[in-house]
């Protein structure tokens, strides 16, 4: 299974780092976010991976040739010339995972311990073209289910604001951990271009289709912000 690493965004939040490196670069108890999350998804024996790149990209390059590709096959998806957010990212590194298998996706500034070999099997055993990792924590936006584990709508908890695809009858809802497992079929169903969040897709396609969630009580720390380093060196040796 071939694994895309999302690794092109700015990092504003990680700033000041951020303002001369990118933040898949970003050390946790002295080690990059994105050789943990290669190291990570090598352990669970994939060793194909896609990484895009934007934001000080070169750094990247470099760090991945130095390191010999981390012994695993690497494709750069090079988005130098426009950052393309995740969905516009996603369909820009088409031509790498258009292959009729499905491939796993995660972010690079995510450090959790999710058993993906479950989590792929779970995706395989549904037969959806898109399953999201979830878990019940504490988030500003949640993704809502019903109890089939189907994606049914969309919560903005500070503010209230929701996007549904039907009334809210008592959904659940959960925090998106940044982990999904597509199949590439989800290609055909993509309407938008140019630069999107893949989550806008999801919730348009909600309507027509079953997107479901995979509920994990694993580790997870979105590494963005200064003190989730800090927070993230607890768990990540």
Request: with cysteine; aromatic share 10%.
């Amino acid at each position: 299974m071939k694994a895309l690493i999302f690794a092109a965004g700015k990092g504003t939040r990680l700033k000041p780092f951020t303002d001369h490196h990118p933040k898949a670069l970003a050390k946790v108890n002295g080690i990059p976010l994105l050789e943990r999350n290669i190291k990570y998804l090598k352990s669970f024996g994939i060793t194909d991976f896609v990484i895009n790149i934007h934001h000080f990209g070169n750094q990247i390059v470099e760090f991945l040739k130095e390191n010999d590709n981390f012994n695993c096959k690497i494709e750069i998806s090079d988005e130098s010339k426009e950052l393309l957010e995740t969905g516009g990212g996603l369909v820009f590194a088409k031509k790498f995972l258009d292959h009729g298998e499905d491939f796993l996706i995660m972010n690079a500034d995510i450090l959790t311990n999710i058993n993906i070999t479950d989590f792929v099997r779970y995706h395989k055993d549904i037969k959806d073209f898109a399953t999201l990792a979830v878990s019940d924590r504490e988030s500003s936006r949640k993704l809502l289910f019903n109890d089939d584990l189907v994606l049914r709508g969309w919560l903005n908890v500070q503010t209230g604001e929701q996007r549904l695809a039907e009334f809210n009858k008592g959904f659940k809802p959960l925090a998106f951990s940044g982990v999904h497992c597509i199949n590439p079929v989800m290609f055909t169903k993509m309407k938008r271009t140019g630069k999107f969040s893949v989550m806008e897709e999801y919730l348009d396609l909600m309507l027509s289709e079953k997107i479901h969630g995979y509920v994990h009580d694993s580790i997870l720390v979105d590494v963005g912000r200064p003190a989730s380093v800090l927070e993230a060196e607890k768990y990540f040796k």
